[in-house]
Structures are given as structure tokens and as C-alpha cells.
């Protein structure tokens, strides 16, 4: 409406009509150039909220509405930061709220469900930060929600984003490996050992909030990976431990065995107790192999030109942005590789399997 009334306004004070009907196309383009999209933070929880919080910052083309979090004074930080309305009481203000076009959903993720679910019915786009769901029945629920709402979803899997991953993807497509036999991927950082989870974060190291300790935390990122790559996945199971008990009985490390529908045989190590993670990623086939080691990516392949594995293979497609910004990208119309929920509901499943398997010493199928 503000728009409109200052066109008007504008028409109205130009003594020739046809010189301000000349005028308007470029009105318009200012219009159009300037305009934002509306967002709001639903849960503040999650300890990528700084960096989600700055990045919307630093975007000239997104306003932030409303901050909102069960906790005040965690809604009033981040009001703040962003000169906004904080909410504590409900997000209903935000459901309600027609120029909110979309919702960043950082909360605790026992509290997905309910804000995901009010988030598709009042029809806004969401990102969701990971994992979708505490159990699989929950996020299979959620993912049906925003399906049925036909809103645009995605979630932080961002290393999707990562060159080696998007080269070795179409490498293994192309069948470039030949037969695969096996994979592995690991995701480790020293988080348990450095206290990270000591303040701020807490709730991250308690499964009744988070629905998983170390292994979980940080497996899902490659657990997307290997199944991003190699496609669903029949049976799982692990074996996950407390390694140095800084978070009570909350699991910091893991390994899980994963076998796809495929055939191929995958294991993926993931924790909070690791200080150095230098190997992130080996397939291996009967005509390739390739290793991602110290960041670098190792390739060999009979049927690539110069694919010898001797040097770090350079020949990477470009990286697309991260998925906060493929993700307001799309609310603006923008064709961004989005995350479906049903996919990030299918990772939770195949992580609940491990654990499962875990406890019970044995293989579960998905």
C-alpha cells in the first residue's frame, strides 16, 4: 500500500500527466529493486543462530519482522540485533502476520513439530534447521504438513554446497566408480572436549530436547551426504558410546553401518570428541576411487581423462550459496537446489535405525 500511495502522491504533483506516465516503468524498476522479503526467527535455540542471524543482516533484500523464542531473553537479543518486535508468549502474532512470507525455525528440536506444523498451516516458508524431527514418526508428520501446504522447505545440510561433494555425486552417477563396494564418511570436531556445550548450548548435550548426543549431531551431515549420493537405504545400525562424560549419559561419538538399497556397504564416524578429522570422505569401486583428505579431493578413474589420484583434482563445479541463502533465493522465485522434507525425514529415520541398532546390538531395517 505504501507503494502505491506514493505513486499516486507522485502522479499527482507532475503538471504533465504524460511525462509522469513516461516515468513510471522506472518507478517501478526502483520499486521492485528495493523491496524485501519479510522473514521471522521461530526458536533462537540452535547454536547456528549467529551466523543465520548475520547473514540475513548482511542481506539488503530481507527484513526481519519479529524475533520469537520461548525464552524472553533470548527473543530480546536477537530482536535487538535486528531492530525487530520480540515475541515470547506465542508465534501466533507471526502465523497472522500477512507480510511474513517465511520463517527460520532455530528452536530446541523437540519443539519442532508444533512450530513447523503452525508454520505450514499459516502457510509460510520454512527453513528448518536440522535435524527435521526428534523420531522419525515426528518428522514424517512434519514433512506431510509442509507438502500438503505446497511451501517451500529447506534445511542446513551445507555440505551439499561443497564442490568435491556436487563433482563426486555426478562422478558416481556418470559410473565413473564402476561397481561401487564401499564407502565411508566421518564428521568430528573436539566440541565434548572443549566445553562447548557448557553454556549457551546445553540443551544440544540432552536427548530430551535434542534426540541425540555427538554421533547424531554431526553424523547427519554426511549421513545426507552418502545418502544424497547413493540413494535410499535398507538396513543400519551402530555403535554409539559416551567417550569422556562431560554431558552425563548424552552420546559424543559414534559409527554406523549402513547398507543402501543399492548394495553398496557404507560406514560413517561422527563426534564431538575428536581433535583432528582429517579424512572425510573415501569411495571406492571397481574402476575408481577417490578420497577427500585435509580438504583436498584425491580422484582415480579409468574412465576420466587425467582422474590418475596422484594430485589434488581441481576440476570442481562452482559452489553454490548456502542453504539460508538458496533459501530465501527461492522465496524470491529464484530455482535454488532445496532440501525436500521428506528427504530430511528419510535422514532422521536412517539415524533413529542406529541408534536403535545401538542399543539392541543388531541391524535395523528402515
Known sequence: MKNQLSRRDFVKSTAVIGAAAAMMPSIMVNAQETAKTTIAFVGCAHIHTPDFMNKMKEREDVKVKYCFDHKNERAEKWAKFHSCEALSDSPEKIWNDPEVQAVVICSE????????????????????????????????????????????????????????????REQVANGAFGKITRASAWNCHSGSLGHWFDTDWRWMADVKQSGCGGFGDLGTH?????????????????????????????????????????????????????????????????????????????????????????????????????????????????????????????????????????????????
Open 222 to 366: 554426511m549421513l545426507d551426504i552418502l545418502m544424497w549420493i547413493f540413494g535410499g537405504v535398507e538396513k543400519a545400525t551402530a555403535d554409539i558410546q559416551v567417550a569422556v562424560g562431560n554431558y552425563e549419559d548424552t552420546d559424543e561419538m559414534g559409527q554406523g553401518l549402513i547398507r543402501f538399497k543399492s548394495g553398496v556397504s557404507a560406514t560413517l564416524t561422527a563426534g564431538w570428541v575428536d581433535i583432528e578429522c582429517p579424512v572425510t570422505l573415501i569411495i571406492s569401486g571397481t574402476e575408481g576411487h577417490a578420497i577427500i583428505d585435509r580438504g583436498d579431493l584425491y580422484f582415480r578413474s579409468k574412465k576420466v581423462e587425467g582422474a590418475d589420484g596422484r594430485e589434488p583434482w581441481k576440476k570442481l563445479p562452482k559452489s553454490p550459496v548456502v542453504p539460508i541463502h538458496q533459501f530465501i533465493n527461492a522465496v524470491q522465485g529464484k530455482d535454488e537446489p532445496l532440501v525436500k522434507p521428506t528427504e530430511a525425514a528419510d535422514r532422521v529415520a536412517v539415524m533413529e535405525a542406529m541408534y536403535k541398532g545401538s542399543k539392541k546390538n543388531t541391524w535395523v531395517k528402515i
Open 109 to 168: 528440536t523437540n519443539l519442532h513439530r508444533p512450530l513447523v506444523e503452525g508454520a505450514a498451516k499459516a502457510k509460510k516458508h520454512a527453513f528448518i534447521e536440522k535435524p527435521l524431527g526428534i523420531s522419525a514418526k515426528d518428522s514424517y508428520a512434519m514433512a506431510d504438513a509442509l507438502n500438503k501446504a505446497g511451501v517451500l522447505f529447506t534445511t542446513g545440510y551445507f555440505m551439499r554446497t561443497d564442490p568435491k561433494h556436487l563433482f563426486l
